[in-house]
């Protein structure tokens, strides 16, 4: 038995591996040497042999030592440790900001028309020195919104989802509709173009059909209003200064694509430029973004992309 043969033995015999076979070779090879032998070598070589033995088996015996990380590896398991928390802090940060519900304030200064597109694709065109208060996102039942002073609504349609104005001590009420509502001091008026509104009071309801104005009088003591039917030359000065009117009577699709992209504030390329000499005659009033591409598309052939604010026509031809 040689030297390596004697260690792997050894060591399967410390650990209580060893075969009965290996067990009685190792045995064998102990009552093999000489004790005699033993005695008259000299004690020098006795105290080598001694320790040559005592390293031999203490290596064996030993435990496995412990693996030390270099310093830089403890520091960049740390690292790791905090940038693990830093992600899970973010992606829970990023959810909380991303899906929270603030306030969001829009205004409109004196003499000036500015136009808001809310969260639901609804289009609100606030009037001179008015303001609208609305959700960065609507959650729950309802889409509710706070005016002050006029505007001009396009309401998107969702009939899940009522849409409700509050505006002084009325509450206006429609599932997907376009009216005006002009709320100062002596009076309050709604006109409905399009679509039913129901109109809540603390005295009671009422419910406004298209062509029809309610005008409630602020400083009355039970606060009902008066129903008029608006002439057609009133009925123009509420939609001046906004986007709502899209009729076409056969103008160039050059015209009519960029008055589409000013009112959603989208941007519109074709793949095919000879659309733009086309002329279109078609209603888009009172319709959404998709609506108004579709008709397109179903007029002219083709499809449309909608990526985020900008809108790609393909295959659109009126040749």
């Given at each position: 038995?040689?030297?390596?043969?004697?260690?792997?033995?050894?060591?399967?015999?410390?650990?209580?591996?060893?075969?009965?076979?290996?067990?009685?070779?190792?045995?064998?090879?102990?009552?093999?040497?000489?004790?005699?032998?033993?005695?008259?070598?000299?004690?020098?070589?006795?105290?080598?042999?001694?320790?040559?033995?005592?390293?031999?088996?203490?290596?064996?015996?030993?435990?496995?030592?412990?693996?030390?990380?270099?310093?830089?590896?403890?520091?960049?398991?740390?690292?790791?440790?905090?940038?693990?928390?830093?992600?899970?802090?973010?992606?829970?940060?990023?959810?909380?900001?991303?899906?929270?519900?603030?306030?969001?304030?829009?205004?409109?200064?004196?003499?000036?028309?500015?136009?808001?597109?809310?969260?639901?694709?609804?289009?609100?065109?606030?009037?001179?020195?008015?303001?609208?208060?609305?959700?960065?996102?609507?959650?729950?039942?309802?889409?509710?919104?706070?005016?002050?002073?006029?505007?001009?609504?396009?309401?998107?349609k969702n009939p899940?989802?009522?849409?409700?104005?509050?505006?002084?001590?009325?509450?206006?009420?429609?599932?997907?509709?376009?009216?005006?509502?002009?709320?100062?001091?002596?009076?309050?008026?709604?006109?409905?173009?399009?679509?039913?509104?129901?109109?809540?009071?603390?005295?009671?309801?009422v419910t406004l059909?298209?062509?029809?104005?309610?005008?409630?009088?602020?400083?009355?003591?039970?606060?009902?209003?008066?129903?008029?039917?608006?002439?057609?030359?009133?009925?123009?000065?509420?939609?001046?200064?906004?986007?709502?009117?899209?009729?076409?009577?056969?103008?160039?699709?050059?015209?009519?694509?960029?008055?589409?992209?000013?009112?959603?504030?989208?941007?519109?390329?074709?793949?095919?430029?000879?659309?733009?000499?086309?002329?279109?005659?078609?209603?888009?009033?009172?319709?959404?973004?998709?609506?108004?591409?579709?008709?397109?598309?179903?007029t002219f052939g083709?499809?449309?992309?909608?990526?985020?604010?900008?809108?790609?026509?393909?295959?659109?031809?009126?040749?």
């Amino acid at each position: 038995m040689n030297e390596e043969q004697f260690d792997r033995i050894l060591r399967k015999v410390l650990d209580g591996t060893a075969t009965p076979i290996e067990q009685k070779q190792v045995d064998q090879w102990l009552a093999s040497f000489p004790e005699q032998a033993f005695e008259e070598i000299p004690a020098i070589e006795k105290q080598a042999i001694k320790n040559r033995m005592q390293e031999r088996i203490q290596k064996h015996i030993q435990p496995n030592p412990v693996r030390r990380l270099p310093w830089y590896r403890h520091i960049a398991w740390q690292l790791a440790a905090a940038l693990v928390v830093l992600i899970g802090a973010g992606l829970a940060g990023y959810q909380y900001w991303t899906n929270r519900v603030t306030l969001e304030m829009a205004y409109a200064n004196a003499k000036e028309i500015h136009k808001v597109i809310l969260p639901d694709g609804t289009l609100v065109w606030l009037k001179d020195s008015s303001s609208l208060e609305y959700p960065s996102r609507f959650t729950g039942n309802l889409r509710e919104v706070k005016l002050h002073g006029e505007a001009f609504f396009e309401v998107a349609k969702n009939p899940e989802h009522p849409f409700m104005i509050h505006s002084g001590r009325m509450t206006t009420k429609v599932l997907g509709t376009s009216f005006n509502i002009r709320n100062r001091a002596e009076k309050l008026e709604v006109v409905v173009f399009t679509g039913k509104v129901m109109l809540s009071s603390p005295q009671g309801q009422v419910t406004l059909l298209p062509a029809q104005k309610a005008v409630y009088q602020q400083k009355s003591q039970d606060f009902k209003p008066e129903i008029l039917q608006p002439s057609e030359p009133e009925k123009l000065t509420y939609i001046q200064g906004t986007e709502y009117p899209m009729q076409f009577e056969d103008v160039p699709m050059f015209e009519v694509l960029t008055r589409i992209e000013k009112k959603f504030n989208v941007h519109i390329i074709s793949d095919k430029k000879s659309i733009y000499d086309c002329l279109l005659r078609a209603d888009l009033t009172d319709q959404s973004l998709e609506n108004t591409l579709s008709v397109l598309t179903q007029t002219f052939g083709g499809t449309y992309v909608i990526e985020g604010a900008s809108v790609e026509l393909k295959g659109l031809n009126c040749q």
